[in-house]
């Protein structure tokens, strides 16, 4: 029989995405319509070392849906994957008698929640919550539409400035290991090639179709580039082209953390709702170490072990769809 939790926490951590004030609200509301009380964890993993701990009421949480960023902070924490730091954070969490967790973050959050699990016998729910879209088990992750609505709308902007002056940008996206946002983001702009971090870059036929572009005529080109491409991101990638397109009137535009912030999409706020009142339902039903995600519009569960192993994959009809309408 799995034990009944009656006090629960949530937490927000690694790096913040748009939702996450909408995925804790649902936690918090959800956990004190069932009775349960619902403790917020300040920084992620280091409020919890910390005893940054507090009781949370429904009003806690009013007026945050609309909200970018998270009210609980987020942090990453070396001292939590040591063995002292996890006692000490799982001594705090006795102290207020809390007996489930919801987190909501990426792999690096769900690693430490499984070991944490392992060693302490507390249940965890896994929420996830990254612009990266990179974890298996779930079609969105919390804040990817925002951010890469972000990245479009300023690209949309950078392309009429290329086109009143016939330039090539390479435009940087986030995406340190997943290439995502640049996918996405560069087919709904209609830039003419888009660079990943999941395939290998031809280097030579990007400056091979730049150079048949030049010969048309077509002097107005865009390059999304994922952060982590193997080269380096846009500056390395510029470098490149100047070299080998010397009269390539050529700019670079990083976009950065902009992507991050801002209000979330209504797509993010109701996944993060439906997510957040799932997570307390899970934990109220005995299930132990598992994430919510929606797969084809339908909630998902999947064992936190796998969801930190696995990553979402891009298909190869993707990389053929950019190629094709790009031509």
Known sequence: MAKKVTKIGVLTSGGDSPGMNAAVRAVVRTGIYHGLEVYGIMRGYSGMIENDIFKMESRSVANIIQRGGTVLKCARSKSFFEPEGRKTAYENLKS??????????????????????????????????????????????????????????????????????????????????????????????????????????????????????????????????????????????????????????????????IQRGGSPTCLDRLIASRMGYHAVESLMEGRHNVMVGIVNNKLAYTPLNLAVKAKQKISKEWMKIVKILAS
């Open 96 to 257: 207020h008698g809390i007996d489930g967790l919801v987190v909501i973050g990426g792999d690096g959050s769900f690693r430490g929640a499984l070991k944490f699990s392992n060693e302490y016998d507390i249940p965890c729910i896994g929420i996830p919550g990254t612009i990266d879209k990179d974890i298996a088990g779930s079609d969105f992750t919390i804040g990817f539409d925002t951010a890469v609505n972000t990245a479009v709308e300023a690209i949309d902007k950078i392309r009429d400035t290329a086109d009143a002056h016939d330039r090539l940008f390479i435009v940087e996206v986030m995406g340190r290991d997943a290439g995502y946002i640049a996918l996405h983001s560069g087919i709904a702009t209609g830039a003419e090639n888009i660079l990943i971090p999941e395939t290998k870059t031809d280097i030579e036929e990007l400056i091979n179709s730049l150079t048949e572009k030049e010969k048309r005529r077509k002097l107005v080109n865009l390059v999304v580039v994922a952060e982590g491409d193997e080269f380096g991101g846009a500056n390395e990638i510029a470098k490149i082209i100047k070299e080998r397109l010397p009269n390539a009137d050529t700019r670079v535009a990083i976009l950065g953390h």
